[in-house]
């Protein structure tokens, strides 16, 4: 075997079932690979060690013929996960040394079914960004760069350390979380296929927790199967979040039938944003050409309440946030600044000191939009256009089974490029409404744009309906033949 890293999971899987390699193999190549590409800065902590034992734990139950579904395959893990001993600091400085003492229930999952950890990816601190560069242990880049240019791009946000590592090859498959767009618009701009399920789908628990009401984990992956695969080990119901859906998770990857004839596909008119580039214009054009071709029947479809979606999520998601990041004060995790002024001056300093730049902004907006007198003006009429955006959805998904739109109104932008708060949000323009409905959304790449970056496109589906989504997926990925990779300009 002489390129383990160019497999993917589905194929280092099957390779391991066959035992042409061993998990301890494939574990080196990785480890391997991760340290020759810190020049990335994808991964916070890397796990070396215990990526070994997991392997040599993963052979030894490959040999003895009880070995999960993901036995031997290494993984990246998002710092918003809490990793039993291992630092789990959602890139931020006030989470510094901070250990759990358990385990996320989706992290779990995939160490039941086998997985290898390769260490922890880092992320927008707190999950509060697009581009991932406000991570406490600096900016991630991206691996692809614009064709003849030396320029260092994002790899998009919040899970731009996951996307990144898997883009370039130093893990098999990532997990992710997704508040607003923050698996989809990361997997669009580094060429990766993400999968936000339904709300619910995976458990929040253990995940350190930014928006409650929108969190929700998911799978970055170099194919639309591999996305499958690991999108089962980590979906299933938990008691220990109530929020949590009790349904059977369903072999997702057996969704893949490439059999998608009379499957009706809308199109929202309302995505037509008059700011989007031609080329992602024409690269959503294709799309629908290629679902037509595979024999799909095309429905204009209205998401009229589309253009507050942003708005209401910039209320929504703060306010939760604002509730959420109460209780880091310095008094049971992480970081502490305490010189002598009492308990209060305690709490205040170590926010201030522990908390970046745009983590105070969205503490500071949900402070006001729930404070007494602006509740009912911001926080509630959110809540209401919320309900309305998800009536939206209801109505479009009574006359069509998937929606088809962009992923993101931009290819991948330059490190340090945008500096404007707002900018920044309008990234989310399209991965916001599926998430404020808490529907099931992917991202795919299907293009490249005109500098050789590449685009992604969305599928959108009813609420546990992922297996349509995958199954559209795994028809538009073919049809793309998507096969461009980025120059391994980072390999030291
Ligand atoms: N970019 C969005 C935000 O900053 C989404 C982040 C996310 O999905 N975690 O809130």
Redesign the pocket.
């Known amino acids: 075997m002489s390129d383990f890293l160019a497999l993917t999971l589905a194929e280092a899987r099957d390779g391991l079932y066959r035992r042409d390699f061993t998990a301890r193999e494939l574990a080196d190549a990785y480890i391997e690979a991760m340290a020759a590409a810190r020049a990335l800065n994808a991964y916070c902590a890397e796990t070396p060690e215990r990526a070994l034992a997991m392997a040599a734990a993963a052979d030894q139950a490959l040999a003895a013929g009880n070995a999960g579904p993901l036995a031997g395959i290494p993984l990246g893990i998002k710092d918003l996960f809490c990793t039993k001993d291992v630092l789990s600091q959602a890139s931020s400085r006030i989470l510094e040394g901070f250990k759990p003492r358990y385990e996320s229930t989706v992290t779990a999952n995939l160490w039941r079914d086998g997985a290898v950890m390769l260490g922890k990816t880092a992320m ?1 601190e707190f ?4 581009s991932t560069e406000t991570a406490v242990t600096g900016p991630v880049t991206n691996p692809w760069r614009g064709e003849g240019s030396n320029k260092n791009l994002v790899p998009g ?2 899970s731009g350390g996951s996307s990144a590592a898997v883009a370039a090859k130093i893990a098999l498959g990532a997990t992710g ?7 989809r ?1 990361p997997a669009a701009f580094t060429g990766t296929v993400g999968i936000k399920p339904t709300y619910g789908r995976c458990s929040r628990w253990g995940i350190i927790a ?1 928006a409650s009401s ?2 929700q984990a998911g799978p970055i992956a170099r194919t639309v199967r591999d996305a499958a695969i690991l999108l089962k080990s980590m979906a299933g119901h938990d008691p220990k979040d109530s929020t949590s859906i009790n349904a059977p998770v369903p072999d997702f990857e057996a969704a893949l039938s490439g059999d998608i004839r009379g499957l009706k596909v809308g199109i929202p008119k309302e995505y037509h944003t008059t700011q989007m580039p031609a080329e992602i214009e024409a690269l959503w054009q294709q799309g629908i050409a290629w679902l037509k071709d595979a024999g799909a029947k095309i429905v204009d479809v209205s998401l009229p309440h589309t253009q507050y979606a942003l708005a209401t ?2 209320i929504v ?1 703060p306010a939760e946030a604002s509730s959420n990041l109460a209780r880091y004060d310095g008094v049971r995790y992480g970081l502490r600044v305490n010189n002598g002024g009492g308990l209060h001056d305690m709490y205040a300093k170590t926010r201030a000191a522990g908390f970046g730049k745009e983590v105070k902004r969205r503490i500071l907006i949900g402070t006001y939009v729930l404070s007494a007198g602006y509740y009912d003006a911001y926080y509630l009429k959110a809540q209401q256009v919320r309900t309305l955006i998800a009536r939206d959805f209801a109505e479009a998904f009574k006359k069509v089974d998937v929606l088809l739109t962009p992923t993101a109104p931009s290819s991948a932008f330059g490190i340090g490029e945008t500096t404007d708060p707002i900018a ?2 309008l ?2 323009v399209f ?2 409404p599926a ?1 404020l409905a808490g529907l099931p959304a992917m991202s795919l790449p299907a293009g490249l744009d005109k500098a050789g970056l590449p685009l992604g496109l969305q599928l959108i589906g009813k609420v546990l309906d992922e297996e349509t989504v995958i199954k559209v997926g795994g028809v538009i990925e073919r049809a793309a033949g998507f096969a461009a990779q980025p120059k391994p300009w980072w390999r030291s």
Do not use: R
Request: glycine share 14%; aromatic share 14%; charged share 15%.
């Open positions: 927008d999950a509060m960004g697009s946000g919040s979380t997704d508040t607003g767009g923050s698996i618009q930014f929108l969190d999520y910039y998601a920044m949000y990234n989310d991965t916001v998430s």
